[in-house]
């Protein structure tokens, strides 16, 4: 049913802003700068998702959306959507599963050049996915996937792609039951650690991971779950590293992850959804 990531959404205050800090960043353009419905935003293409910068821009329904979300969560994540072949037949198998989705409607974007771009989703009923906004999204209309976006200095020293997506859950078995039995996602580690105090549920979805953590200090409960943040894949750490700290970044240096044949390090302040950890996999660590 659902093949991948399509986007991570944020939601944010100043859109210019925003498009400058993700651009140093990922070290890419956006491919996209535009918007309808009261919002306007920035789409960052990846090969395994795409990050769409939003903030509200006038007068409609979207916009009223995201303002709202700014009011009340302040910047950061405010939707993940789920690439579906079929998105009527996947919002049909999901609502048999207790996920109440939107009907499948149009969504549309007008760049700032006047061009258009056309997609479908369906908005899942935060009620019955612990709180957070989930969108099932369909592939683009005419089956021509988004133009990647451009690297600014060359792809060594750009993000090559997301690695994973961190949600901070209450009750595991609750997400657990959402993100496994009812969405479908791949659950490929269930790990617990008395020294980190924490639980973690790790799904493969097409090929980027959403984690999940749970406190092993305090009970489930039914409280509602949070976005936490985003952890980049790159190639190079080290001239990522140099490239964002000339850029004005607050960032660590670059060390070993605790997973074997990574580096890692975190850009800990200078955009919504920061601290983000960026991560080079498959290395021969000394």
Same mark, same amino acid.
């Given at each position: 049913?659902?093949?991948?990531?399509?986007? #991570?959404?944020?939601?944010?205050?100043?859109? =210019?802003?925003?498009?400058?800090?993700?651009?140093?960043? $990922? +070290?890419?353009?956006?491919?996209? &700068?535009?918007?309808?419905?009261?919002? @306007?935003?920035?789409?960052?293409?990846?090969?395994?998702?795409?990050?769409?910068?939003?903030?509200?821009?006038?007068?409609?329904?979207?916009?009223?959306?995201?303002?709202?979300?700014?009011?009340?969560?302040?910047?950061?994540?405010?939707?993940? /959507?789920?690439? #579906?072949? !079929?998105?009527?037949?996947?919002?049909?198998?999901?609502?048999?599963?207790?996920? @109440? +989705?939107?009907?499948?409607?149009?969504? @549309?974007?007008?760049?700032?050049?006047?061009?258009?771009?056309?997609?479908? %989703?369906?908005? $899942?009923?935060?009620? !019955?996915?612990? *709180?957070?906004?989930?969108?099932?999204?369909?592939?683009?209309?005419?089956?021509?996937?988004?133009?990647?976006?451009?690297?600014? =200095?060359?792809?060594?020293?750009?993000?090559?792609?997301?690695?994973? #997506? &961190?949600?901070?859950?209450?009750?595991?078995?609750?997400?657990?039951?959402?993100?496994?039995?009812?969405?479908?996602? !791949? $659950?490929?580690?269930?790990?617990?650690?008395? !020294?980190? +105090?924490?639980?973690?549920?790790?799904?493969?979805?097409?090929?980027? &991971?959403?984690?999940?953590?749970?406190?092993?200090? %305090?009970?489930?409960?039914?409280?509602?779950?949070?976005?936490?943040? $985003?952890?980049?894949?790159?190639?190079?750490?080290?001239? #990522?590293?140099?490239?964002?700290?000339? /850029? *004005?970044?607050?960032?660590? =240096?670059?060390?070993?992850? @605790?997973?074997?044949?990574?580096?890692?390090? %975190?850009?800990?302040? *200078?955009?919504?959804?920061?601290?983000?950890?960026?991560?080079?996999?498959?290395?021969?660590?000394?």
């Amino acid at each position: 049913m659902i093949t991948g990531l399509d986007h #991570v959404a944020l939601a944010v205050n100043d859109l =210019d802003a925003a498009i400058a800090g993700y651009t140093a960043l $990922l +070290g890419r353009k956006p491919n996209w &700068v535009g918007g309808d419905g009261g919002a @306007r935003h920035a789409w960052f293409q990846l090969p395994n998702m795409a990050l769409d910068v939003i903030t509200p821009h006038g007068e409609g329904a979207f916009g009223d959306t995201i303002r709202k979300h700014l009011a009340e969560h302040g910047e950061g994540i405010w939707a993940l /959507a789920f690439t #579906v072949d !079929d998105i009527e037949a996947a919002t049909k198998l999901v609502g048999r599963r207790g996920l @109440r +989705g939107s009907t499948p409607g149009p969504v @549309r974007s007008t760049h700032e050049d006047g061009r258009k771009r056309y997609w479908t %989703t369906s908005s $899942l009923n935060p009620a !019955d996915t612990g *709180g957070l906004t989930i969108l099932l999204a369909a592939p683009p209309r005419d089956g021509v996937a988004w133009p990647l976006s451009e690297p600014l =200095d060359g792809e060594a020293a750009a993000v090559t792609q997301l690695d994973h #997506v &961190v949600i901070h859950t209450t009750n595991p078995d609750r997400a657990l039951a959402i993100y496994g039995a009812k969405l479908g996602l !791949d $659950l490929r580690l269930d790990r617990s650690n008395a !020294d980190w +105090g924490v639980r973690q549920l790790f799904f493969r979805c097409g090929d980027a &991971v959403v984690e999940m953590g749970a406190s092993l200090k %305090t009970p489930a409960s039914d409280a509602p779950d949070r976005f936490g943040g $985003l952890a980049w894949r790159v190639a190079d750490p080290d001239a #990522v590293q140099a490239r964002i700290a000339a /850029a *004005g970044f607050d960032v660590s =240096d670059v060390r070993t992850g @605790r997973k074997p044949g990574t580096k890692v390090f %975190t850009v800990r302040s *200078g955009v919504p959804a920061a601290p983000a950890l960026m991560i080079a996999q498959g290395l021969v660590v000394e």
